[in-house]
């Protein structure tokens, strides 16, 4: 495990620096001239946790959300009524068009679908 490593001289932060003449890394003192041969070759690890929970957000009732702008000339597919929100994919992806997702706004129909 890769942490933060300190000068045995002077306290100071240590650095990863490569040993051009050896082709080795060590971490090196930039306040001392303190070097030390590097035990791993991991210099910065990045760990990703996600909880279930916060990866995947389905809000339920999207209608009712004032944030998402609103449209009647697009009429729901299920029940044709006209009030419906809707919102663009949030994929960043440069090869994924641009899809818009649609959700009716009446309460007994609530139906999904996308154009």
């Known amino acids: 495990m890769t942490g933060i490593r300190f ?7 240590l650095y990863p620096q490569v040993d051009s003449a ?3 890394l060590r971490y090196a003192c930039r306040n001392c001239d303190y ?4 035990d791993n070759y991991c210099v910065f690890r990045h760990e990703v946790l ?3 929970s916060e990866r995947t957000m389905v809000v339920t009732d999207l ?3 004032p944030t998402l702008p ?3 000339d697009v ?9 419906v929100v809707y919102f663009q ?7 994924t068009p641009m899809t818009l997702y649609y959700v009716c706004c009446w309460s007994e129909c609530k139906h999904r679908w996308q154009s």
């Not at 994919?89 to 090869?95: K, L, M, Y």
Request: hydrophobic share 10%; glycine share 2%.
């Open 50 to 52: 996600h909880i279930p």
């Open 35 to 38: 070097k030390e041969p590097a």
């Open 89 to 95: 994919s949030q994929s960043r992806h440069a090869d």
């Open 7 to 13: 000068c045995q001289d002077c306290c100071n932060m």
């Open 70 to 72: 609103r449209t009647q």
């Open 22 to 24: 050896h082709n080795r």
């Open 63 to 65: 209608g009712s959300d």
């Open 75 to 83: 009429p729901c597919p299920k029940c044709n009524r006209t009030k």
